[in-house]
């Protein structure tokens, strides 16, 4: 895989494709947006995604 860390990160069901591990927060996001929720792909940290969150209301 070629890019930065977001945009490798932002892959979450390639990589799993892969069995590569990928980092909960990033997982969880994933999740979310998958639900609807606009969050920006590839977040890597907790504090990106709390930032994100407070950023919908």
Known sequence: ?????????SRVDELKKYRMDVPQ?????????????PLPKGILRREE?????CQLS
Do not use: N, R, S
């Open 25 to 37: 927060v990033t997982m969880l996001a994933d999740a979310l947006i998958q639900k609807g929720v």
């Open 1 to 9: 895989m070629h890019g930065t860390p977001k945009e490798i990160f």
């Open 49 to 53: 995604l709390v930032d994100a969150l």
